[in-house]
Nanobody, 124 residues
Framework: QVQLVESGGGLVQAGGSLRLSCAAS????????RGWFRQAPGKERDFVAA????????YYADSVKGRFTISRDNAKNTVYLQMNSLKPEDTAVYYC?????????????????WGQGTQVTVSS
């Protein structure tokens, strides 16, 4: 059974940093793109970042470009999201996802596997 488990969320002050991890189990996703999305209360689940199968190509939402960095370690079947210069508007539940394709996508509908999410709260 495929499982994606996010960790690393928490409460941080504005300007601080967090590093999210998403470990996969049940199968290997080294040939698949990985992504991060987030959902604030009462809002849609929005794209944050994605990385292609080998880590060479990354994709970012404009709102996080220059502050967040996505990376992956295929040997550990894990993807990371380094979040710096956090703002209160980054507060959301963050979800990792897998797309059954070599390339990443900005579209939530193109991802096939999802984690349960981890809460990130940024205080002002």
């Amino acid at each position: 059974q495929v499982q994606l488990v996010e960790s690393g969320g928490g409460l941080v002050q504005a300007g601080g940093s967090l590093r999210l991890s998403c470990a996969a189990s049940g199968r290997t996703f080294s040939s698949y793109a990985r992504g991060w999305f987030r959902q604030a209360p009462g809002k849609e689940r929005d794209f944050v970042a994605a990385v292609n199968w080998n880590g060479a190509i990354t994709y970012y939402a404009d709102s996080v470009k220059g502050r967040f960095t996505i990376s992956r370690d295929n040997a550990k079947n894990t993807v990371y999201l380094q979040m710096n210069s956090l703002k209160p508007e980054d507060t959301a539940v963050y979800y990792c996802a897998v797309r059954s394709d070599y390339s990443g996508s900005y579209s939530r509908a193109e991802y096939d596997y999802w984690g349960q999410g981890t809460q990130v709260t940024v205080s002002s």
